[in-house]
């Protein structure tokens, strides 16, 4: 049996689709009267428009309306509309300098060269993959379902015998309404992929075409004759791969040779685990157990690859590609063996360049050991900056701890792309005001954030249990509402929806115009360092005997602590407690005078974020290698500490 697996747009183009190539070399390892192959249709589309490419790829699931319109020719003035509409509110509500920039504007000829080109390419694939195919996979993860629709219509055209499978997260939400509506789709894959597609593979070498639902696997037909367990409900142990290190080296030979053909530097993706562990919806079976906005991981069961296996699989990915760029695909980076992971990399003695995604709990040493083990760019779960709304969300941190994961990124000079979610229901007018309050008194001393509007996750709590949010009304996307035919609108279930909510929502503009001003701040600071060998908005020139702060928040200004008040403030660089400062001075100043004279007047002047009964200094070293120094004579003092009290 020959199978393509195939990864269309918009996938971005500097990088291989990991499902699809993971799921080649999984199927071909497994079973050997299969040839798998993989095609990264994605990059070629890119190849012919470029700009325009990154533009509409730009736009997540806004781009899904760009193939829509060969679908439905007859709503393509509507979707150029509802596309250009969606590039305007994503610039107004995200102007972040640092990080992924905001589309241009797509003109008409834009948007008639794109339909131009990715009709011919459409006819061209379809052309080409139908004749040396039995069975074709298109994966729906990256704004990729309605693109690789059209594909599978022009396959069927083409070859009327010629199976056709969908997988990934939209395909995994919309399944048996898109078996219902587009009779050239075949099957469709719901949840992990590997052991249900060779289960759909076996099957088909075998003859048997009645498969039933519960496997995850849908057929036309088969959700009248058995009971279809939506997303990962069903058990889940059966159908994923339990020993991530048993997965094969992924195959990304096609792809990079399409790469390279088109002059483009990719990032490789790589995988250390799969689930969230800070998501324990698979072992409580509480839907509550996760961030509540949050349906990445679908109750997936957390496993994590071994150090072992991500060093070889990072070292032979290397080796055979001629590449030192990656990026983890992970949902959130390991709980435990951080450090561990960070040393075996650095051992490894290449030059790697990775990303990750973090959370909060992360300590400032970690992200060093981190960093000069190659990670160049980080995610952090920030989400709020109000304590209190991130007890909303249910992530599990607080504002304080979000600053203090700030501020490590950039005072070592880590860049971080993290969002700032606005408009998560029952957002009260306080935590508002607790927001932007935070933005302009400490957060607009780091890297800004992204906000994001709140998008209802098919697999979230909130759409779980929308009456515990005060969520009604839950109905698809006006966009797509607007542009698919009014029939064809009300039989599929698309994972894009809008909702209403009870009472009057929190407005967040004083956020939104606080990020504006935390954004101005930054493009000033860079653009225009406020004197020599000040790059920052507020660090710390450390005198020995005293500690001068440079706050060029609004133009300069400079404050001296004195010896007593530098030791404190050095001190509180990892989050302190009132009582752990009380101790740790109690032979150098009374309680009192520690609050009233060094505390209270350093929270005043904005050099210090006070929480509760904790405190952090908000100044930055002025450069990564002063902060090294600092973090590694802390480790030092900290291990002695703790072997002295501890023999």
Known sequence: MKIKLISMPWQRFDSASPGVGVLAAFITAREPRVRAECRSEHIRVWARLKETYETISWLGNAAELLYLQHLYPEKADIAAREICDWIGKAKSASPADDGPDPPGALENQDFARALLVTRDHLAESAALLAKDSDLVG?????????????????????????????????????????????????????????????????????????????????????????????????????????????????????????????????????????????????????????????????????RDKSIARIVETLERLSSRYRNTRFHFTDN????????????????????????????????????????EAGCASVQIGVEGLSTAYLKRLNKGTTAIRNLYVMRACYELEIPSVSNLIVGFP????????????????????????????????????VFAQPGRFGVKNVRMNKHFQKCLPAEVGSRLTLPWFDFDVDGEPADWKPVQEACQTWNALHRRIKEQPAAFGIAKTLCYFDGGEFLELIDCRDGIKRLILTSRQRDVYLYCMEIRSRRQIAEQFQDQVTEEDLLKKILEPLVAKGAMFKESDQYLSLAVAPRPDEAIRRLRAQKHMATHTEQTVCP
């Open 138 to 302: 298109l994966t729906t993860t990256y704004a990729q379902l309605f693109s690789s629709l059209c594909l599978a219509r022009a396959l069927k055209q083409e070859n009327p015998s010629l199976q056709i499978v969908l997988g990934g997260w939209a395909a995994s939400v919309s399944g048996p309404s898109l078996l219902a509506e587009y009779p050239f789709i075949d099957f469709v894959v719901v949840g992990e992929g590997e052991l249900r597609l060779l289960h759909l593979i076996r099957c088909l070498l075998e003859g048997k075409h009645d498969i039933s639902p519960e496997t995850g696997i849908l057929a036309r037909g088969s959700l009248s004759r058995g009971r279809f367990l939506p997303g990962n409900q069903e058990p889940r142990t059966t159908w994923e791969v339990s020993n991530l290190d048993e997965l094969p080296i992924p195959d990304f030979d096609e792809y990079q040779e399409s790469a390279l053909a088109n002059k483009v530097l990719p990032r490789l993706p790589i995988e250390g685990s799969r689930g969230c562990w800070w998501d324990r919806r698979a072992k409580t079976g509480d839907v509550f157990a996760a961030c509540h906005f949050c349906g990445l991981n679908d109750r997936a069961t957390r």
């Open 332 to 371: 959130l980076l390991r709980s435990s063996g951080r450090r561990q992971l960070a040393k075996a990399l650095r051992a490894a003695g290449r030059s790697y360049q990775f990303g990750l995604e973090i959370r909060a709990d992360i300590d400032a040493i970690t992200l060093l050991d981190l960093k």
């Open 426 to 461: 029952g957002a009260t007018a306080s935590e508002v005001e607790e927001t932007r309050r935070t933005i302009l008194q400490a957060a607009i001393v780091y890297a800004p954030l992204h906000p994001v509007v709140f998008c209802l996750d098919p697999h979230s709590a």
